[in-house]
């Protein structure tokens, strides 16, 4: 198989991935258009959760699209590991122990 052959092939396969791309895309985009019009007839019927999470997609989507940056800053939360959590846990009930203590302290004597 010569040089020439090669590329030829590979011209030939290079055209039918980009038309394969561009037919994908094409589906793609009609499957947005459908969702979208879809979402925005169920968002006012979605519960708030739904509906926060929804919108928060759709401005995403839509930054993206245009090329824009949110105008905030992410934060990243660390959670406690189990060992925190336990001992957040421990300083709680010796709060509630004396929370009781100021109570019963507080109710009359029969």
Avoid at 46 to 60: C, E, P
């Amino acid at each position: 198989m010569s040089n020439h052959t090669v590329v030829g092939i590979r011209e030939c396969e290079a055209k039918t991935i980009a038309e394969r791309k561009k037919n994908l895309v094409s589906i793609l985009a009609d499957v947005e258009t459908v969702g979208a019009e879809r979402m925005s007839e169920k968002i006012g019927k979605a519960s708030l959760r739904d509906a926060a999470i929804g919108t928060g997609i759709a401005v995403d989507k839509m930054l993206a699209l245009t090329g824009q940056t949110p105008a905030f800053q992410m934060a990243n939360v660390v959670m406690p590991s189990e060992a925190e959590r336990e001992e957040r846990r421990a300083m709680h009930d010796k709060l509630d122990e004396i929370a009781r203590r100021l109570a019963d302290a507080q109710t009359p004597s029969e």
